[in-house]
């Protein structure tokens, strides 16, 4: 299978304790993007990459959560000191540049927060 | 500031009918929109799209129609299908290829 990937599926922590995703996007794509959504919502952007440069990031990304694409290759989203509020479905995609209006979405990472 | 709105959360149709599911965005700045099909447990994926310089896009059973005006658009789908039950999003693209997702119209085909 050559789709976009997520790890864990699932993750339920405990508030205050730091969780961390894994995206591996489809090797030749270049962007990578990271949604949140959550419950009744459609997906919220957070954050893209061009290769390794992380090139915009939303307000909605307080500093307790932080992304990196070393390599450009797959991806990590960090949530620090987790609250109640962080508990969503990440998702991630990845296109294969700015042309390619369509991105490729994983199956995201539900995140519980008791 | 919802940019973009699916004003319909849900919609029943019988198979064989059409299906028309309606979208409304704030945004002038989207060049693209694209309309994504989601089952449970599974992400998004791509259904069809329109560049705002076109009125109408087909692709099969999928007619997608852009009202720049009105900045309304509008995915038709017939004849339905009991496959097609899922959750439907509409999305704008703005610069750097982000999209903005509508809250989405839940689809049930009765068969």
């Known amino acids: 299978d050559t789709g976009v990937s997520q790890n864990p599926r699932h993750k339920i922590t405990k508030r205050g304790q730091n969780v961390t995703f894994r995206c591996d996007p489809i090797?030749?794509?270049?962007?990578l993007y990271w949604y949140r959504q959550t419950l009744g919502q459609g997906p919220e952007f957070l954050t893209y990459?061009?290769?390794?440069?992380?090139?915009?990031k939303s307000r909605l990304l307080s500093d307790r959560f932080s992304a990196e694409r070393p390599k450009g290759s797959f991806s990590t989203l960090e949530i620090q000191r987790t609250e109640q509020g962080d508990s969503a479905m990440y998702l991630c995609?990845?296109?294969?540049?700015?042309?390619?209006?369509?991105?490729?979405f994983g199956p995201g990472t539900r995140l519980t927060v008791t | 500031d919802q940019q973009v709105k699916q004003n319909s959360p849900s919609l029943s149709v019988q198979e064989g009918r059409i299906s028309i599911l309606n979208c409304d965005y704030t945004?002038?700045?989207?060049?693209?929109f694209l309309w994504y099909k989601k089952y449970p447990a599974e992400g998004p994926t791509f259904l069809i799209s329109?560049?705002?310089?076109?009125d109408k896009n087909e692709d099969g059973r999928f007619t997608v129609f852009l009202n720049k005006s009105a900045k309304h658009l509008s995915l038709h789908i017939v004849p339905s299908q009991p496959g097609d039950s899922a959750v439907y999003f509409c999305?704008?693209?703005?610069?750097?290829?982000?999209?903005?997702f509508g809250g989405g119209t839940r689809v049930l085909v009765k068969p």
């Open positions: 990459f061009q290769n390794e440069a992380q090139l915009e």
């Open positions: 329109i560049s705002s310089i076109k």
């Open positions: 999305a704008g693209r703005s610069a750097g290829n982000k999209l903005t």
């Open positions: 945004n002038s700045m989207f060049d693209y």
């Open positions: 995609a990845s296109s294969f540049d700015r042309e390619s209006y369509e991105q490729y």
């Open positions: 090797s030749e794509h270049n962007r």
